[in-house]
């Protein structure tokens, strides 16, 4: 698409492709699909739930696209890898990624 920044699909599937978007009590699922030379996101999705979000109140399903469009501009965990000084440009997390273990404040262990 011409002249786009980002790109979003918008899309109401309970499941698709052998993917279960929506299950128990999930609203919404949204994720970035691509990113650009920057790490960018440049096309996402957002996926509602229309079995579990209210759609009787107004206020609230925009609030959940409003959450979920947050994840697909870049907030979410997968991505703070991404992010960028604002000054300079620059990766603030070196590169190539390096996965190791750490501890959590609650004890567990991560990768």
Do not use: W
């Not at 109401?12 to 920057?38: E, K, P, R, W």
């Not at 579990?52 to 979410?76: C, K, M, P, W, Y």
Request: aromatic share 10%.
């Amino acid at each position: 698409v011409p002249d786009t920044d980002l790109l979003v699909f918008v899309s109401a599937y309970n499941n698709m492709n052998n993917i279960t978007f929506c299950d128990g009590s999930v609203l919404a699922s949204a994720s970035h699909c691509t990113l650009d030379q920057y790490d960018r996101p440049v096309v996402g999705f957002v996926n509602f739930c229309l079995d579990t979000i209210n759609t009787r109140n107004e206020d609230a399903a925009v609030a959940v696209g409003v959450h979920e469009l947050g994840h697909v501009l870049g907030f979410s965990d997968d991505l703070f890898q991404y992010f960028r000084d604002g000054n300079t440009g620059e990766p603030l997390t070196p590169r190539p990624f390096e996965k190791k273990r750490v501890t959590c404040v609650n004890g567990s262990n991560r990768r």
